[in-house]
């Protein structure tokens, strides 16, 4: 009960005082005129309040990730909370905040042209084929559950589920963001936090003990923490899918102080609701062993049906079953709108990207693929997202340490987190089925040699920029 209750304040902690620390590297000016209102164009370019921009963000880069990450993350036990309060402030948090950020900076930019502009132009086009390519798995993922669940539920077969699913996804994709997703987010928002706040005040008040810190790896698979842990809860750590929505709502801000609360402060929020989720996994099942065996018979989803019906009653069973179909959709939906906005930006030479015709062809384009993985295995779809997942999100991180080098500001606020998640990943694909399969000694040997050669590569970046004068952009 004390570790949760202390990593709850952390996260508070972490939001009040290191946001304003990266906030201070990244340097803002309010009276620079925002994307929103110099490229305003009524469909992307919109201006919108914080707030709604904040839930918008929250619902972008939540959904069910930090419901169903958490609760198959708490199989390793309360090891999970250390990762889901550092990983929220020293590196989700500061991803999603550059990611943001940078977009705005370049008028509205998509994650790959950033990369671009930082990383080279070969790094640009090799990001763009994989955030593409990890926005259609997330979509596809994140819509099989609901679709099954509509059908058990309604004389609907599961096919016209998902294809009433998907024709939502391509109005969502199409219209102008303050149509559908300005309107229906704020609402969603609200039934993805009262179910954390609901779950979470039936477990203070409970007479389960939610368990205290142990270090010692409590996965009845015995599976590694590292890097599993890191790939397994990482929304409500980090994710990189985050950077590909950040966008989205960056189009919409009025002014660039509304960054610190809108990006770093949904992700800490995201923390937040990762660490109910974890805590019920953990105390709910009497165990991570009671734990795995209610994933391997109901999975995730049964897991948290399970959960709110009981601790909330039919109450909790009705915000279950509105979470389990509503919360994948919005991640599906924005999943669809920004592999859109990335696709239609990297054929810009080609297409114009404004033009009607373009935006509904490369929707319906990019939907097929996302319809159809959506009727294979989940768990195949799975085990590829979360690796995709943790490489765009290491990416990311160091195009805000190269950002930070070439305005020779506090890089070691992104390099650090990005050395880490450049460990995770490279260790993860040697290490993993869906890898090279190698043995775990090995990959960490190599997922460590490689983040410190990275590393030490940018440490001459730093001392080159020294010897410059520093990158002022426009």
Known sequence: MLTFLSSIVLLIVGYLTYSKVVEKAFVIDDARKTPAYSQEDGMDYVPMSWWKGWLIQLLNIAGLGPIFGAIAGASYGPVAFIWIVFGSIFAGAVHDYFSGMLSLKHGGAQFPRIVGEYLGDIARRFINVISIVLMVLVAAAFTAGPAQLISSITPLSFIVSLILIFGYFVLAAILPINKIIGRLYPVFGVVLIVMAVGIGGALLFGPEKIPNL??????????????????????????????????????????????????????????????????????FFGGTSGLQGALAAGGPAGAVNEI???????????????????????????????????FTEATSKWFNPDKKWVILASTLLLGVPMFYLSTIDYSFLWRYVGGTNQLVAAVMLWTATSYLIRGKRSHWIAGIPAMFMTAVVVTYWMYAPEGLHLGYGLSVSTGIIVSVAIGVFYVLKVIESKRLPAFVSE
């Open 214 to 283: 142990t270090l010692q790896n409590l996965h009845p698979g015995e599976l590694p923490i590292w890097p599993l842990l890191m790939v397994t809860i990482s929304c409500g750590a980090i994710s990189g899918f985050h950077c590909t929505q950040s966008p989205i709502v960056s189009r919409t801000m009025k002014k660039e102080s509304e960054g610190r609360k809108v990006f770093y402060g949904a992700m800490i929020a995201e923390g937040v609701i990762a660490m109910v989720w974890a805590a019920a996994g953990m105390t």
């Open 308 to 342: 709110s019906s009981t601790l909330l009653g039919s109450f909790g069973g009705l915000l279950a079953i509105l979470g389990v179909i509503i919360l994948p959709i919005t991640t599906g939906d924005t999943a669809l709108r920004s592999a859109r906005m990335i």
